[in-house]
């Protein structure tokens, strides 16, 4: 068995062609996906955070509104940029959502990718210690944000308070139980996932990962899932972590599907996010079910995973994007023992 969401960029144009043309048609959409996916069968609801961009990029109100919409699903994200949180309000936020969804939120963080502006974090008001990086600063972040999401008291309380407290130091609230347990680590290389399962945090992997071996990304996302989970059991941790993997997969099973990825590239590419940091970039899977059937098996990745993340055109519209996922769930799934 094998957990499936979708993961939703968020991307919004006012192009003809678009049918997301506006932030409002994103967030709504992303929305009415979530309770469509539900009813499809899906395991979960995921959203990609960018700045300064014409995507989602303020995840906590769509992930209350997501929550409340439906009943079962998991709703969360892969990931948010800690090097634009405030961790404490973060906290409050994250609390929030996931009370309205009764425990369903699974929290993907992660030092970020480059973003539409150089060094937009400093508009949000943070810099990085001298000699520190910015990576170092999103790790400190989500430090504090995990220390602070285990319900402990730490603030001293005002003996004239304007409401009485409970006694002794005081928490953030509202505190949800469970939450420390459902953090996960967008990890891009082997060094991180390891820190992150240091950490108790659950695993992400995206479609792309910083090359440190020159393989297949399929090859390197399973070597870093063995990494994670030897430095999880070294660790000494007592729960059985979670780890994900993202992949464009298409089931071409109409005209439509034929049309739109049909002729998709399905080689793994090799370049540079950053300008110093090579990384290589996951295939598109579009083929008829039983040739991706076929194709799916040989990837090692998400044989290692226990979750999967089809990322969804979200442009194309929710009607189309839940026929991607049941696509996937009824004549994919199946097959590989994943349903």
């Known amino acids: 068995m094998k957990n499936i969401g979708f993961l939703s960029f968020g991307h919004w144009s006012p192009s003809p062609q678009s049918q997301t043309r506006s932030a409002s048609d994103a967030l709504l959409q992303s929305i009415d996906l979530a309770v469509a996916a539900e009813e499809l069968g899906a395991d979960g609801a995921y959203f990609r955070v960018h700045h300064f961009a014409r995507q989602l990029g303020s995840p906590f109100p769509l992930l209350a509104a997501a929550g409340a919409r439906t009943s079962r699903i998991e709703i969360g994200t892969a990931v948010i940029d800690m090097r634009y949180e405030n961790p404490l309000y973060m906290a409050e936020d994250a609390g929030a959502a996931d009370l309205i969804a009764g425990g369903r939120l699974q929290l993907g963080i992660s030092r970020g990718s480059p973003e539409q502006v150089i060094d937009g974090w400093r508009y949000f008001g943070y810099a990085p210690p001298e000699g520190q990086s910015d990576a170092d600063m999103a790790r400190h972040h989500a430090e504090v944000f995990l220390d602070v999401i285990k319900g402990q008291g730490f603030a001293q309380p005002n003996p004239r308070p304007m409401f009485p407290n409970p006694p002794g130091m005081l928490r953030l609230e509202p505190f949800s139980e469970g939450l420390r347990d459902r953090i996960w680590w967008g990890a891009a290389t082997n060094a991180t996932a390891e820190w992150a399962a240091k950490l108790g945090m659950n695993l992400q992997s995206s479609t792309l990962k910083f090359d440190e071996s020159g393989k297949p990304l399929h090859i390197q996302q399973a070597e870093q899932i063995r990494a994670y989970r030897a430095a999880w059991k070294e660790a000494g941790h007592t729960r059985e972590p979670r780890v994900s993997v993202s992949r464009s997969i298409f089931a071409l099973v109409d005209d439509r599907d034929r049309a739109y990825f049909g002729g998709s590239d399905s ?13 290589v970039f996951g295939r ?11 194709q799916l098996k040989q990837d090692d990745a998400i044989t290692e995973a ?6 969804v055109p979200n442009q194309l519209g929710v009607d189309y ?5 049941e696509s996937i769930v009824k004549h994919v799934a199946p097959a590989l023992g994943w349903r």
């Open 321 to 325: 994007n839940a026929h991607v996922i």
């Open 267 to 279: 080689q793994d590419h090799f370049g540079y996010i950053e300008a110093d940091t090579r990384a």
């Open 284 to 294: 598109t899977y579009a083929a008829e079910p039983d040739v991706l059937i076929e």
């Open 306 to 311: 226990d979750t999967l993340l089809l990322t």
